[in-house]
């Protein structure tokens, strides 16, 4: 086409737009009226333009994201079918949930062997054996495998170190120092603050700071001289940053953005430029146990928030995950939501997002807020002080309330719990787990920071009523 259709219309500035708007009100107060205030201090607009919006450089993950199918690992050998099951169905990758040691050559046997040549195995560890993990890493060194250790978080969450402060960094020390180019040992879990209530910009401060604590232990071990260059750069290179997703569309792509930035701002401080690894999952927060197929669809927008904000694998998680144990149907349609999406909806990477004026400016707004609160962390002494002080927990505490008062209020929505419930929806006789936060009194060295889902409170009025 010669003539572009739009050729034929003047150009409107933003500075007409907003008249022609508040003419239309007649009256009214524009920011009062159309401008909504999130609880990240962020005040959305009711147009963007090109005049004003805000935009920063983004590492672009230009490689298509990867399905990861989590497997909790209960007998080895179980593990080892259903994970070479969901490669053959689809998937690329494998995350390993553990609590204890296990037979890591039954685990893993023939996983590489299959079709699928570049498979990437995931580890959740909720413990730490130095013995076993040195044996797991030299039988593995060959492969793509993530340890996904992270000391911090299991304090942060749990209250307390895998042992203590001295022995788990030592322990940690002694697998850094085994890193090779095809493992990545560290990992931060940003998945702690979300499913907490953190709001978007102190998960990516938190997340930012939590990680900076990791470079400043293995800048240290590099200037004492137990750590090569190389393998300083490789053990930056290969961490990993496991992010929830959460149900806020738009604010879910700019945060994944916007940390993709602040993470190559930081590490340029350690004369280094890699992109960050990142791996993502729907959120628990916002998920019920009414209507439970509702959730099929969070965690599909979720899924599209995570591919359009350029994560690099996405494990997804079952609609009826919260109180139905891991069962066939639920994980396949959780991954198949991941193959639609990838497959015939084409949505691959994040190229769609690029220079579109209001997730450009949402990034750009995220990103400095997120900064500010970095610095105001590190001036303070850093994020293990402020964790040891519980200015963190108090911050995402404040944040949560904040947010449980809205859906308790109605104004933050969950269809099928606070919005058109289905009275006749019995839930009761099906609970093959419990849904519900379990208190635990014990003694730790810090307050942990707790996931909690929104409709726990409701849906036990509800269940009681049953």
Do not use: P, W
């Given at each position: 086409m010669e003539n572009f259709l739009f050729d034929e219309f003047q150009n409107v500035s933003a500075k007409q737009w907003k008249q022609k708007i508040q003419f239309d009100l007649k009256g009214a107060d524009y920011n009062n009226t159309l401008l909504t205030n999130t609880r990240e201090g962020i005040k959305v607009k009711p147009f963007y333009h090109h005049d004003t919006y805000k935009q920063l450089s983004v590492p672009i993950n230009k490689d298509d994201?990867?399905?990861?199918?989590?497997?909790?690992?209960?007998?080895?050998?179980?593990?080892?079918?259903?994970?070479?099951?969901?490669?053959?169905?689809?998937?690329?990758a494998i995350k390993f949930i553990v609590k204890k040691d296990f037979n890591f050559k039954i685990l893993i046997q023939k996983l590489f062997a299959t079709p699928n040549e570049k498979i990437k195995i995931y580890f959740e560890f909720h413990f730490i054996d130095e013995?076993?993990?040195?044996?797991?890493?030299?039988?593995?060194?060959?492969?793509?495998?993530?340890?996904?250790?992270?000391i911090i978080g299991n304090l942060a969450k749990n209250g307390n170190w895998f042992s203590d402060s001295k022995k788990d960094y030592n322990t940690l020390a002694t697998f850094l120092k085994s890193t090779n180019s095809n493992t990545g040992i560290l990992a931060v879990n940003a998945s702690i603050y979300q499913n907490a209530g953190a709001n978007i910009v102190q998960q990516i401060a938190y997340t930012i700071s939590h990680a900076n604590e990791y470079l400043n232990f293995i800048?240290?071990?590099?200037?004492?001289?137990?750590?090569?260059?190389?393998?300083?750069?490789?053990?930056?290179?290969?961490?990993?940053?496991?992010?929830?997703?959460?149900?806020?569309?738009?604010?879910?792509?700019?945060?994944?953005?916007a940390f993709r930035v602040l993470w190559k701002l930081l590490i340029n401080a350690y004369d280094l430029d890699f992109s960050a690894n990142i791996f993502a999952e729907p959120s628990s927060r916002n998920k019920s146990i009414y209507d439970y197929n509702v959730n099929m669809l969070r965690t599909t927008t979720e899924c599209m928030s995570a591919i359009l904000g350029g994560v690099n694998t996405i494990s997804n998680l079952a609609y009826d995950n919260i109180f139905h144990k891991k069962n066939e149907f639920g994980e396949r349609i959780a991954r198949n939501q991941l193959i639609i999406l990838k497959e015939e909806s084409k949505l691959k990477n994040s190229d769609f997002v690029n220079g579109t004026y209001y997730i450009e400016e949402l990034t750009t707004e995220i990103a400095e807020k997120s900064l500010h609160i970095f610095k105001e962390i590190e001036k303070s002494g850093g994020f293990l002080k402020q964790l040891f002080e519980g200015t963190i927990q108090r911050k995402i505490h404040e944040n949560a309330q904040k947010e449980q008062e809205e859906f308790d209020n109605g104004t933050d929505v969950l269809i099928g719990v606070n919005k058109y419930p289905?009275?006749?929806?019995?839930?009761?006789?099906?609970?093959?787990l419990y849904p519900f936060l379990r208190t635990n009194k014990r003694e730790t060295l810090i307050k942990p920071i707790i996931a909690i889902r929104l409709a726990e409170k409701m849906e036990k009025i509800r269940m009681k009523a049953e």
């Open positions: 994201f990867e399905i990861c199918q989590s497997i909790y690992v209960n007998e080895e050998k179980t593990a080892n079918l259903l994970a070479k099951d969901a490669l053959i169905r689809g998937a690329k013995s076993f993990i040195l044996q797991l890493l030299d039988f593995v060194q060959k492969n793509n495998i993530y340890l996904n250790l992270d800048y240290g071990l590099y200037k004492k001289n137990e750590l090569q260059h190389k393998q300083f750069e490789l053990l930056v290179k290969n961490m990993q940053f496991n992010f929830s997703i959460g149900g806020n569309y738009f604010f879910e792509i700019a945060k994944i953005r289905n009275k006749e929806d019995q839930i009761k006789d099906t609970l093959e």
